[in-house]
């Protein structure tokens, strides 16, 4: 009998622990995140990439009175702005979803950490990333997306889920990749934010956003 109350008396020890555990990890990690928008983000990096690959490799040279080279990078820098409006549109939505259905707000401390850490690279990548495209250093935007949004990532990834840190630890090595290969930038920008953004978001989903609805 006394083994018995003792196992309870455990049981019911270990059950608080694990509770007082999810409460401070609410607190200070920023857990609303969706796995389905890293799905989506990816399918719009991959549809971006694939008008970009039209755009640069499949011009119709009958044609050539009327190309102009300024047309197509201009295309090519409206493509880019619309996949990043979607990705952030649809992550926002998502999000805003998620916290809703577990009854918490989107907009908390932990939040404001997550976009405050990830803030300076990311800005600071955007400027870097507009200014080559300004001197016409084509070459070198792709790895430098990569490189910037996957540090970022890192930055940001002390505040919520340790999937994503991971995700930008993986977005810095492709980025220095395709610093070392030349002329595959498009190839890298889609694996980059394309494949591996599906790949942890549909991670995300499985390991996180199910189990919460289980729960």
Known sequence: MNNKVLYMEEKDLYSEISSIRNLMERSTRFISLSGLSGVMAGVYALIGAGIAYKLIYLKNDTDLLTYSYQTDIIRLFLVAILVLIFSVGTGVWLTVRKARRKGQSVWNQSSQSFLKSGALPLVTGGCFVLLLFMQGRFGIIAPGCL????????????????????????????????????????????????VLHIVYGSAMHFKYDRENNAN
């Open 147 to 194: 490189i910037f949004y996957g540090l970022a990532l890192v930055s940001a990834g002390q505040h919520t889920y340790g999937d994503v840190k991971w995700l930008g630890l993986c977005e810095i090595a492709l980025g220095l990749l395709a610093t070392v290969l030349p002329g595959y930038g498009l190839l890298f920008w889609a694996f980059g934010f394309g």
